[in-house]
Nanobody, 120 residues
């Protein structure tokens, strides 16, 4: 399964961006979609996730500003990011936990990352 992320770019502080990530390839199920980010010199961190049952979680730092959603028919996940802060400059990665066939354990796939730069 391959993931391709889109939507990064340069935005001013307080601005917004919408990231999308599409999965291609044959899967039985995508159980969890996640967005992570890695700022320069920092560890990769989970920003938001959504399960196939619709359970959503956010990092405390983005609650109320970011929204994760998905389009199951298109195997795509979105991250709407509002009120962006300079310190949120990072490479944003999408991630899925999935099963290729029903009896397999969960596998993980990462997208290539998309750079979000928040700067005036």
């Amino acid at each position: 399964v391959q993931l391709q992320a889109f939507g990064g770019g340069l935005v001013q502080p307080g601005g917004f961006l919408r990231l999308s990530c599409a999965a291609s390839g044959s899967v039985f199920s995508i159980n969890v979609w996640g967005w992570y980010r890695q700022a320069p010199g920092k560890q990769r961190e989970l920003v938001a996730s959504i399960t196939n049952s619709g359970m959503i979680s956010y990092a405390d730092s983005v609650k109320g500003r970011f929204t994760i959603s998905r389009d199951n028919a298109k195997n795509t996940v979105f991250l709407q990011m509002n009120s962006l802060k300079i310190e949120e400059t990072a490479v944003y990665y999408c991630n899925i936990k999935y099963r290729r066939v029903y009896y397999e354990a969960l596998s993980t796939s990462w997208g290539q990352g998309t750079l979000v730069t928040v700067s005036s």
